[in-house]
C-alpha cells in the first residue's frame, strides 16, 4: 500500500439500504482507496430484495457486489474478509486503518456494538476502530426509533462513534434515486477523509 492510498473497511449489515453500500464502495475505490469489506448472511438478503443481486460469501466476486458499477482497473484494492474471519487484520488494532463505516448498520449491530459484544468480524473491527480512537461511522436506517435505540446511539456517539442516519438532504436539488444515494455517501466520504464529487454541496456555486 502506497503512503498516499487510505485504507477503509466497510462493513455491510442487514439494515435496508444496500444501494448506499454499493455506490459506497465503489467511490472509496475509484477515491484509490484499499477496501476491505466484510458481509453479513442478512446483508445478503437484502441485497437480493433491494438491488435483485445475488451474493455468494463463500466465494465472494468483486463483480457480484459491485454490478454496473464495477471498475476493473481498481478492483484489486478491494479485500474480502468472511464474517467469522477473526485472522483478518482488520480485526487487529495492529493493522492501520483510516476509518471505517458500517454501510447500512442495522439496529443488531448497533446493539451488539453498544455493548461491547464481539460475535463477528464487523463487530470486532469496529470494537477495535472504537479503542484505537479512529474514525468509526455507522450509518442507521431505522424508523421509527425506539429509546432502546436511541440510546444505544448515544452510548455510541459518547464513545467516539458518528451517528450518520441514512436521512437524505433535499438542497441539493436531487433529481433521483442516484442523486439521493450519493447524498449519504459524500457525507460518508467527508468523514472519512475521502474527497469526492458527487453532488452540489450547500454555498458552493457548482
Known sequence: MSEERKRIVVAVTGGSGAAYARRLVRVLLQADCEVHLTMSAAAVQVFAQELKTTINLNEFSPESFLEDEFDSARVDQLKYHRQFEFSAG???????????????????????L?????ANLTHRAADVHLKEHRKLVLVPRETPLSSIQLENMKR???AGAVMLPAMPGFYHDPKSIDDLVNFIVVRICDHLGVDTKLMKRWGSEA
Do not use: Q, V
Request: charged letters at 10%.
Open 156 to 158: 455510541l456517539a459518547d
Open 114 to 118: 453498544a455493548n461491547g459484544l464481539s
Open 90 to 112: 482488520i480485526a487487529s488494532g495492529s493493522f492501520k486503518t483510516d476509518g471505517m463505516a458500517i454501510c447500512p448498520c442495522s439496529m443488531g449491530t448497533l446493539g451488539s
